[in-house]
């Protein structure tokens, strides 16, 4: 059984940047399609950045390309998302999402594709 765990965010200004942590126990992140998601009162869940469970391919909103980045570490077990260059826009609960599976690229943005969840962590930026 995988257990994930966000940390990580906080209170910032436009501008500044944060780093979430998604820390995972059980099966490694390693193995797993790790994706970021994120949720604004009242409206649904949306997509932000994913890695491929091979390392080697990246998928990342519009609304965050060349800002946001995610990535991996096998030898502690966890995943990063870096967040750039925060916009009010960007407030939100962020979530971590793990699956097995050999989605094609286009499918790591589908909710569907991911069996395990964190809790969140509450990501707001303002000035």
């Known amino acids: 059984q995988v257990r994930l765990v966000e940390s990580g965010g906080g209170l910032v200004r436009p501008g500044d940047s944060l780093r979430l942590t998604c820390a995972a126990s059980g099966r490694t992140v390693s193995t797993l399609n790790l994706a970021w998601f994120r949720q604004a009162p009242g409206k649904e869940r949306e997509f932000v950045a994913a890695?491929?469970?091979?390392?080697?391919?990246?998928s990342a909103a519009e609304s965050v390309k060349g800002r946001f980045t995610v990535s991996r570490d096998r030898s502690v077990n966890a995943g990063y998302l870096q967040m750039n260059s925060l916009r009010p826009e960007d407030t939100a609960t962020y979530y971590c999402?793990?699956?097995?599976?050999?989605?094609?690229?286009?499918?790591?943005?589908?909710?569907?594709?991911?069996?395990?969840w964190g809790q969140g962590t509450q990501v707001t930026v303002s000035s």
């Open positions: 890695l491929k469970r091979s390392g080697g391919m990246t």
């Open positions: 999402a793990a699956g097995g599976g050999n989605p094609i690229t286009s499918s790591l943005r589908d909710t569907s594709i991911y069996e395990y």
